[in-house]
């Protein structure tokens, strides 16, 4: 699977990856989405994760801002997570004056451009989400194909800001666990996309039964594989010869837990088995289960179990 591109604050320049990238969207003159908004912030996100495909999540924060956002050939979803604050959006002649405050969404649909007065610092994370990945998204869900995304300005939508406000929070440096998280969430914001925010909004069915007992073993024997390839959604759709879209579903109706959530919980146990029953070192089973540092390792395991790796283990023997 490929790597995902990682950013983090502390680097001097963000990396040209996207210009390395292809974008399949039908838009001629737009940049890649982390590209331009890079251009118009003028800063280096806090923290970014982009896939190969452009599909990718980013926290900003950044200062006033009085410019035109270009045409982007991604579709790009905003959360805010600041304080509350007017703000104007002018689009040719129309004129959008909204509030940003927590549980708001901004849409800015691929090739759209606009004017942004916004007169305090901002603290946004942002969907990048190509309309590619919208249209399999919607094939998969069998609907018809999608309609196009509406121009969103503070527009209330709580379970979407909420979805993608969770995000800057768990990209937890494991490269497997990360890639199928962003896999999953890109899934279910698109889903929530075509629900609301679309001139012909989609209903979905309710989920019908989980996965056969021999597609959900063969689905655990690849979610235990050491290999990041073999834990990739699509891979494990693929295996079971189901879309995404309804893997995840079943998945979920099977197990209680989401792909990404048995994941997680599979390494959480591993890692307390190797501090319980081996002597090696916490940088060793940080290694051993993917992560990219101690530092990384640590801070997921104290998040799941409130005590960090050498506590629970001086606590356990």
């Known amino acids: 699977m490929n790597k995902p591109i990682l950013r983090d604050p502390r680097q001097d320049s963000p990396p040209a990856a996207s210009e390395a990238r292809q974008s399949n969207a039908p838009i001629a003159d737009g940049r890649p989405a982390d590209v331009e908004m890079a251009r118009v912030l003028g800063t280096t996100p806090f923290r970014m994760a982009l896939d190969p495909s452009g599909a990718g999540i980013a926290h900003w924060k950044h200062e006033p801002l009085h410019d035109v956002v270009e045409p982007m050939t991604d579709h790009v979803i905003m959360a805010y997570n600041g304080s509350m604050q007017r703000m104007e959006r002018r689009s040719g002649r129309s004129v959008a004056i909204g509030t940003f405050r927590p549980g708001v969404v901004i849409i800015i649909p691929a090739g759209s451009s606009s004017r942004w007065d916004i007169p305090k610092p901002v603290d946004v994370v942002q969907l990048y989400l190509p309309p590619t990945t919208l249209e399999r998204v919607a094939r998969e869900a069998d609907t018809a194909t999608p309609s196009e995304l509406l121009e969103r300005t503070a527009h209330p939508d709580p379970i979407t800001s909420r979805l993608l406000l969770s995000a800057a929070d768990c990209l937890e440096g494991n490269g497997a666990l990360d890639a199928l998280f962003r896999q999953q969430l890109t899934n279910l914001l698109a889903t929530r996309l075509l629900a609301a925010h679309t001139g012909s909004p989609t ?84 290694a051993a289960l993917g ?19 050498s506590d629970w283990r001086r606590r356990m023997r």
């Not at 073993?217 to 189901?242: K, N, Q, T, Y």
């Not at 079943?250 to 307390?272: C, D």
Request: hydrophobic share 40%; proline share 5%.
């Open 291 to 309: 992560y990219a540092s101690q530092t990384a390792f640590a801070a997921a395991f104290k998040k799941l179990t409130g005590e960090t790796p």
């Open 203 to 286: 209903t979905f069915q309710p989920t019908m039964g989980g996965l056969p007992p021999k597609l959900l073993l063969r689905a655990i024997e690849r979610l235990r594989s050491d290999s990041d390839a073999d834990v990739s959604l699509a891979a494990l759709a693929s295996d079971a010869g189901l879309s995404r879209f309804h893997f995840c579903r079943a998945f979920k109706e099977s197990t209680g837990l989401s792909p990404h959530a048995w994941l997680r919980q599979y390494r959480l146990e591993q890692a307390m088995n190797m501090l319980r029953n081996t002597d090696e070192s916490v940088v060793s089973v940080a």
